[in-house]
């Protein structure tokens, strides 16, 4: 029997992170079980010592962008202490293979499944496997590892995507029972992949796609989850939920005929443009208690440079007004210091923001960044902002928006100040403390959250600010 230890690749610091769950390693731990007919046993630890411990055959780590540096010093650090192949994969390898580090045997590229059972089964032939990126001292061992030429780039053969699996009602049932225990939370996603390309965002680079579970599968998931756990709310956590209006009816009509509503209730992400009059009541029908629209600015320039198929900010408001009449609780994300973004559009975006504050439970507010696999990676790599050798934990992601750090933060904005949008940081960080962390968003998050996670969500909402922004 072959051991695989799989990992994520996560920041110590970042509460958040540690108190949800990764599903990519979950879904190749079903699949291989399944698929290796029991030849390859997958052990999903959170510590490095539970990785050495399990004297595993092979390791695999999972990371995203900001996570990249350190999934390389824990491979480092696990190859010195256990000399096995170890491969990393997840969105940041999809967006930007050409970084893999020679620490690692190889990386893989979009969708894991196959691609990584066939890598174990065939190591170390692995110059034809579909999906992978690798160095040729993996495969011819004797050239050792190569370094970076003068720019950085490193002697990495990419190979061609594999096709994605045609069929998702074919992936085994993800197995989250020890992840439902601890956070007492499941994840459910129903989709692979998004079918919009908004210029921001990593996840069609990643996934290069749409495609669904179908409405049989997804309610039989769910009622697993209810009839496994005590639970008494289920995360969609689907890019975008409502995108085929007939899937989303089967699957509210399931949900319904089978009383599933009255046991647990639910959240979902879907955008301004789907959210029309009979989406919000299928979604009410369907017990959803809270849905999430990316709006990203108030400004139409902004939205049009931002978003495919751009919105009216009239529509965006129409969407949230409508929504909470209808008793939904409505999250917004908004993106600011956007290339182009002038002061007056951050204006309005804050004052788009404070008119809604009291409709709104969440406002997430995401400081920029220029994503791997985004038009905006090139043109800040271009600026020598950003490149293959730089400290990846620059790309944090700082949507709690109170741990912002203006000193480690990479600005990419050249149409405002740096210290004008400090100035924003600052006052939206207010508006965010009083939404996102404010009184009402804690009494619904109480509603769903285990008491046993609580405490955990509560330290972190109230742990202080990293950096002093308006030194
Ligand atoms: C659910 C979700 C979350 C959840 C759960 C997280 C998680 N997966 O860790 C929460 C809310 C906790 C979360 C947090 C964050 N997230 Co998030 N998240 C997602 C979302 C919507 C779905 C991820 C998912 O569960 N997919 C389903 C599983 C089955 O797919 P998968 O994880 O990609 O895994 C497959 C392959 O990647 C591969 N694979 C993955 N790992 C490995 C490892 C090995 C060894 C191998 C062989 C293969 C492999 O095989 C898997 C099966 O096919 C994606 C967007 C998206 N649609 O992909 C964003 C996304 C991944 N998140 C993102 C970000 C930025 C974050 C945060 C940094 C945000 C924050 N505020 O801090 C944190 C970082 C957390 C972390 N893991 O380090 C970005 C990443 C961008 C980037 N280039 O890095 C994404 C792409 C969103 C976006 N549109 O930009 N996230
Ligand atoms: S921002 Fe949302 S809608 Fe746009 S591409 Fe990303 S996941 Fe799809």
């Not at 390898?93 to 893989?108: K, Q, Y």
């Not at 944090?396 to 949008?421: A, G, Q, T, W």
Request: charged share 25%; glycine share 8%.
């Amino acid at each position: 029997m072959t051991k695989l230890a799989l990992i994520t690749a996560l920041d110590e610091a970042d509460v958040y992170s540690r108190v949800a769950v990764n599903l990519g390693p979950i879904a190749l731990e079903a699949y291989l079980s399944q698929r290796s007919k029991g030849r390859i046993k997958t052990f999903i630890v959170e510590t490095e010592t539970e990785v050495v411990a399990i004297k595993p055959d092979f390791i695999g780590i999972s990371c995203v962008t900001e996570n990249y540096g350190r999934a390389i010093a824990l491979a480092s650090s696990l190859k010195a202490k256990l000399h096995v192949p170890i491969f990393v994969g997840g969105v940041h390898m999809s967006a930007l293979p050409e970084s893999l580090d020679p620490v690692f045997d190889a990386g893989i590229i979009g969708e894991g499944e196959e691609t990584f059972l066939e890598l174990l089964e065939k190591f170390p032939k692995i110059e034809g496997i579909k999906g992978i990126v690798f160095h040729k001292h993996v495969v011819a061992p004797f050239m050792g590892p190569k370094a970076p030429d003068k720019s950085g780039n490193y002697d990495v053969h990419i190979n061609p995507r594999r096709l994605p699996i045609k069929e998702l009602d074919s992936l085994p049932m993800p197995n989250l029972k020890k992840w439902v225990e601890r956070i007492g939370l499941p994840y459910v996603m129903t989709t692979r992949g998004c079918p919009y390309k908004c210029s921001f965002c990593s996840s069609p680079v990643h996934w290069c796609g749409y495609r669904e579970f179908s409405p049989e599968r997804v309610v039989s998931e769910v009622e697993a989850l209810i009839g496994d756990f005590n639970i008494r709310h289920i995360r969609f956590f689907d890019d975008v939920l409502t995108l085929n209006k007939k899937r989303l009816k089967k699957i509210v009509s399931l949900i319904d005929e089978r009383g599933l509503n009255k046991k647990v209730n639910f959240s979902c992400f879907s955008r301004v443009g789907l959210m029309d009059q009979e989406t919000i009541a299928l979604l009410k029908r369907g017990m959803v208690d809270f849905v999430s629209v990316g709006i990203e600015s108030a400004s139409s320039e902004m939205i049009s440079l931002l978003k495919d198929k751009p919105f009216k900010i009239k529509s965006a408001q129409n969407v949230i007004d409508r929504s909470v009449k209808e008793g939904l609780n409505m999250g917004c994300s908004f993106l600011i210091g956007t290339p182009g973004e002038t002061e007056a559009d951050l204006e309005a975006t804050c004052r788009f923001i404070e008119k809604n504050g009291d409709k709104l439970f969440e406002a997430e507010i995401n400081p920029f960044v220029p994503r791997p696999g985004t038009p905006y990676w090139g043109q800040a790599a271009k600026r020598g902002l950003v490149g293959l050798n730089m400290d990846w934990s620059r790309l944090k992601d700082y949507s709690f928006l109170p741990h912002f750090d203006p000193d480690r933060y990479i600005y990419v904005n050249e149409k405002m100040p740096y210290k004008v949008f400090l100035k924003y940081v600052e006052r939206l960080t207010g508006l965010f403390n009083k939404i996102s962390i404010g009184k009402k968003k804690i009494e619904i998050m109480s509603r769903y959250i285990s008491p046993a996670q609580m405490p955990a969500k509560l330290t972190y909402y109230k742990s202080p600010r990293r950096g002093d922004l308006l030194r």
